[in-house]
T-cell receptor
Framework: DSGVTQTPKHLITATGQRVTLRCSPR?????VYWYQQSLDQGLQFLIQ???????AKGNILERFSAQQFPDLHSELNLSSLELGDSALYFC????????????FGPGTRLTVL | AQSVTQLDSQVPVFEEAPVELRCNYS??????LFWYVQYPNQGLQLLLK??????LVESINGFEAEFNKSQTSFHLRKPSVHISDTAEYFC?????????FGRGTSLIVHP
């Protein structure tokens, strides 16, 4: 158990819909990262938050957005969903100890029908 | 810009045989290197990492990796694999706090 929690574990929805994925980092970790894992693209970095502020952006679509709240949990919002958005979405957290080590949650499997 | 190449998408081996999973990276600066393992239906877990110092790093379950700066490689090895080592293995490189992951190597251990 990494200490990072993600809900829900599975999500099935239809094209055009909007969903919210939730992540709670390990106790004490200020950084949260979101990744998308699919068979064709591999593990892609989406976005990073540090202590409530957006720190870095990767291959995140404009239809996707995220935020980190004062209690440090984070939400990833996916809207106008397309079939190609079906993937595993992982959240990871890290502590600012200089080691760049990330701790991953169990993931949310999103299926868009 | 940093990048990672995992040369094999799938490596089948028999139980108790040795295995090497290959990883090459490119980066313009000093980097940190990682191997993560993903078991079926789970998230990634850190297996081992190279930050500095000894170029040979070991994990608690018998894996080791050697940082080779001249060949820009960080290959993962285990002298004798178990069925339970069947998983997806990801090599990652980090210049900053955003790592770049390879496409992964599926290690399949047959009895």
């Amino acid at each position: 158990d990494s200490g990072v929690t993600q809900t829900p574990k599975h999500l099935i929805t239809a094209t055009g819909q909007r969903v919210t994925l939730r992540c709670s980092p390990r106790s004490g970790d200020l950084s949260v990262y979101w990744y998308q894992q699919s068979l064709d693209q591999g593990l892609q970095f989406l976005i990073q938050y540090y202590n409530g502020e957006e720190r870095a952006k990767g291959n995140i679509l404009e239809r996707f957005s995220a935020q980190q709240f004062p209690d440090l949990h984070s939400e990833l919002n996916l809207s106008s969903l397309e079939l190609g958005d079906s993937a595993l979405y992982f959240c990871a957290s890290s502590v600012k100890d200089g080691t760049h080590t990330q701790y991953f949650g169990p993931g949310t499997r999103l299926t868009v029908l | 810009a940093q990048s990672v190449t995992q040369l094999d998408s799938q490596v089948p081996v028999f139980e108790e045989a040795p295995v090497e999973l290959r990883c090459n990276y490119s980066s313009s600066v000093s980097v940190y290197l990682f191997w993560y393992v993903q078991y079926p239906n789970q998230g990634l877990q850190l297996l081992l990492k190279y930050l500095s110092g000894s170029t040979l790093v070991e994990s608690i379950n018998g894996f080791e990796a050697e940082f080779n700066k001249s060949q820009t490689s960080f290959h993962l090895r285990k002298p004798s694999v178990h069925i339970s080592d069947t998983a997806e293995y990801f090599c990652a490189v980090s210049e900053s706090y955003i790592p770049t992951f390879g496409r992964g190597t599926s290690l399949i251990v047959h009895p």
